[in-house]
């Protein structure tokens, strides 16, 4: 189900309830207003560095066998292909660069590229809804490790993953932790992930600790799950291209490529 600006306009203001009963969201106050947070962030070099800092909040290594690499001068790994295409680019390396500093410290096979937004998400009171989405080329082959994902910026969990391919042309929706204290997974076999697909997270606050994210593949709904004590707890976006790890190995010997285009997160303010 396709949430069309003119829909998510009737959800917010209050005048779909029983759509909005049916999916499960729950209805902010009549005066809510719908925002866009980032929208236009891939227009420029200038825009991009305006929305997005490089490499991981917490620095470029993380649990696969890539290292992150690109800032504002150094555009060998996160670039603008063309003006409004992020493409982030893995290359092998041949050479010993020690473990990854992060668990479970896998050898540096690779040098990457993510980037995360300076804007967080977070679901309160005040913003009781957010929209995160974006289309993306994702490469699914073994040892290649994707992602598109919502993690704590001040604890962990909470964690969303909206694009997530682990060395197969299936995507992982995850949720971490249910109100079970355990993750939700719904997976979906994809068709051809290397073409443009659209992944998207409605996210939506339901009581004082916990969510509901609806996740969608190309405008189709596919799964619910309860975020338990996201409320409150600042998120990061982030996009990378790990590699082996979870997705297998050994990973290409040849450059690997992920691209993403109309990313925009949006969000209710009451």
Do not use: C
Request: charged share 15%.
């Amino acid at each position: 189900m396709t949430m069309t600006p003119t829909r998510r306009s009737l959800l917010i203001a209050g005048g779909a309830g029983a759509a909005a009963a049916a999916l499960g969201l729950t209805r902010p106050a009549a005066a809510a207003t719908w925002e866009t947070v980032i929208d236009g962030s891939l227009a420029s070099y200038p825009t991009l560095e305006a929305a997005w800092n490089h490499r991981y909040p917490w620095g470029s290594d993380h649990n696969g066998s890539a290292r992150m690499y690109g800032s504002a001068s150094d555009r060998n790994h996160v670039y603008l292909a063309s003006p409004g295409v992020l493409t982030i680019k893995a290359t092998r390396i041949t050479w010993d660069e020690g473990n990854s500093s992060a668990d479970p410290h896998l050898p540096i096979r690779y040098h990457s590229g993510a980037v995360h937004a300076k804007q967080h998400v977070l679901v309160n009171d005040q913003f009781p809804n957010w929209e995160v989405k974006g289309e993306f080329q994702a490469p699914s082959a073994r040892g290649t490790w994707p992602a598109f994902w919502l993690t704590g910026a001040d604890s962990w969990p909470p964690e969303s993953d909206i694009l997530e391919y682990k060395g197969d042309a299936r995507n992982w929706f995850n949720t971490y932790r249910n109100a079970s204290g355990g993750w939700s997974s719904t997976i979906v076999n994809v068709s051809n992930p290397g073409a443009w697909h659209g992944y998207r997270a409605w996210i939506t606050k339901v009581n004082a600790t916990d969510v509901d994210i609806h996740y969608y593949l190309d405008g189709s709904w596919v799964g619910r799950h309860r975020g338990a004590n996201f409320v409150g707890h600042p998120m990061w976006i982030i996009i990378n291209l790990q590699m082996e790890g979870s997705s297998g190995s050994p990973g290409p010997t040849t450059d690997t490529y992920y691209r993403a285009r109309n990313l925009y997160v949006g969000r209710s303010r009451v």
